[in-house]
């Protein structure tokens, strides 16, 4: 006997706020920000698609907070030098159908390409490993001062997002950007109140959360995206990101996504998956269980799933009370509603590859092949599982010009 769906059933978030569906429509890059850094009507016809097709939440790529600190060029920055009025347009379309969108909040720290940076900065002057200490300049270590700075950055845009239409806000401290630097042991090695201990490591984010907390008042809700470890040597583990997630709840933060790994060790790219996590499709619901004892928040898993049968098996174990979809989302817009209307729903999701892993790795395929499906959809145009590599390539190249060859993420 088959269980009954979850997916479409309502979530209540906040004492006011409920969301008609399970599905969270993840953040990923788009890169549609205009020269000024403001959204374009391709953001504004992405959105739309997404929204009409059904998830509960959509949460946009990363809304950086400094215009001085972009992780790539075509960042949407959100400040009092932004066109607001773009940015309600972008609200009108993304809510459609029912639908919440919230903005992600972001600094890169040192994940700033060299061609955009030459001294970025970071917790610690400590640089990235690895194939990406290539393309990324060593950091300088932040001042007192500019880490009180940045905190207010976080507190303004999150306001200006509330002011525009945004319904929620999420915090970006994930995937080795700015704020999972501080949380992370290997690239936070200060010796004042913002680095050593786990208190002092995690002294960051919390300071971030209250900011935003106090800008936007007590009822506008705000979420997180945590890693549930970083997957790399002395960096930040399980047991710490647990300890995150319970001063955070305490704190007050309304919804947790839970994703992992950086770009030095990218699991949230479903590298390296153990055989039981494989026949879960999720990357990271044994971390969700686990946290439920230290949470009674919305818990959001990320990362993995591709049929309606685990995100169901998912939801009925308790195990989260989202999904989050990214790449999937990038290739049905609907899914959503796809999985919602059929328990056999299943979609696989693979780039085209040129042929030749080093172009796979210059263009960054796994990562521009889905933004070339976000582009096409900004157009108007369905998204193209045929898609070929080399196409992709050309256009990276094109969009790029002498930048193309740089180091890149999302």
Known sequence: MQTASKLDTELPLTSSVTLKNRFFKAAMSE???????NPTPELFKLYETWAKGGAGICVTGNLMVDRNALGEPKNVVLDHQSDLSKFREWVRHGTENNT????????????????????????????????????????????????????????????????????????????????????SPRHNQRDDQW??????????????????????????????KLNSADFMKDGLSEEESMGVVKALSE???????????????????????????????????????????HTNKVLVVTGGFRSAAAMNEALQENACDMIGLGRPMAMQPDLPQKAMDNPDFKIEV???????????????????????????MGKGKQ????????????????????????????
Do not use: C
């Open 350 to 376: 693979a780039i085209k590859s040129t042929g030749f892993e080093i172009l796979d790795k210059i263009a960054m395929l796994d990562l521009t092949w889905y933004e070339a499906q976000l582009s096409l």
């Open 100 to 183: 919440q969108l919230w903005a992600q909040l972001n600094h890169p720290g040192k994940q700033i390409p060299s061609f955009i940076s030459s001294e970025p900065v970071a917790p610690s002057a400590i640089a990235l490993e690895g194939e990406l200490e290539k393309g990324f300049k060593k950091p300088r270590a932040m001042t007192e001062q500019e880490i009180n700075d940045v905190i207010k950055a976080f507190a303004r845009t999150a306001e200006l997002a509330k002011e525009v239409g945004f319904q929620g806000v999420q915090i970006h401290s994930a995937h080795g950007y700015l704020v999972n630097q501080f949380l």
């Open 31 to 37: 890169q549609l920000g205009d020269s000024d850094h």
């Open 195 to 224: 680095g050593g201990s786990v208190e002092n490591r995690q002294r960051f984010v919390i300071e971030v959360f209250k900011a935003i907390r106090n800008a936007v008042g007590d009822t506008f809700p705000i979420g997180i």
């Open 383 to 410: 998204p193209n599982s045929s898609l070929s590599g080399w196409n992709v390539l050309l256009q990276t190249l094109g969009n790029m010009g002498s930048y193309a060859f740089r180091k890149r993420r999302a």
């Open 251 to 293: 704190a007050g933060i309304d919804l947790i996504e839970v994703s992992g790994g950086t770009y030095e060790s990218p699991a949230m790219m479903g590298v390296d998956l153990k055989e039981s996590t494989k026949k879960r499709e999720a990357y990271f619901l044994e971390y969700a269980i686990k946290a439920r004892q």
